[in-house]
C-alpha cells in the first residue's frame, strides 16, 4: 500500500524532530501528484504509529492542489487529472509548480501543550 510508505516517511520525520517527546498531532501538506487518499493515509498512520511516540497521535492532512506551467502557452492553472495537460491549449508539456509536496509542516508536541497551559493560567 502506497499510503503505508508515506505513513512511514512522516512518522520518521516527526519522531526525530519530536527527541523523545510524545506527539499529540502532526500536520502535513500532501500534494496533489502524489495520489493519497486521505482516508486510506490516516488508517496507514494509525497502523504504523502503534507503539512510537506518534501513538495516539491525530494526523492532519492539507490537500494542495496541482499547478503548472504550460511550456507552450505559458499559461499557469490547477491541473486536476492526469494526464497532466495544460487547460488552455491543450499541451502536454507543462512545468509542474505544485503539487507534489509531501511535508510534515508542524508538530504538536506534549511539551508544548504544557507549555501552553501554563501560560494560559498566569
Ligand atoms: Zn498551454
Given at each position: 500500500m502506497h499510503e503505508l510508505s508515506i505513513a512511514q516517511a512522516i512518522?520518521?520525520?516527526?519522531?526525530?524532530?519530536?527527541?523523545g517527546r510524545r506527539v499529540l498531532r502532526v500536520e502535513v501538506q500532501v500534494g496533489h501528484l502524489r495520489q493519497v487518499v486521505p482516508d486510506s493515509l490516516q488508517f496507514a498512520f494509525a497502523l504504523v504509529v502503534q507503539g512510537t511516540a506518534l501513538d495516539g497521535a491525530e494526523l492532519a492532512i492539507t490537500h494542495v492542489p496541482a499547478a503548472g506551467r504550460c511550456r507552450e502557452c505559458g499559461a499557469e492553472r490547477v491541473m486536476?487529472?492526469?494526464?497532466?495537460?495544460c487547460g488552455a491549449c491543450g499541451s502536454f508539456d507543462v512545468e509542474v509548480l505544485a503539487g507534489e509536496e509531501l511535508l510534515v509542516e508542524a508538530l504538536e508536541l506534549e511539551e508544548d501543550l504544557l507549555e501552553k497551559s501554563?501560560?494560559?493560567s498566569t
Open positions: 512518522i520518521d520525520v516527526a519522531t526525530r524532530h519530536a527527541e486536476e487529472s492526469f494526464p497532466l495537460s501554563r501560560v494560559s
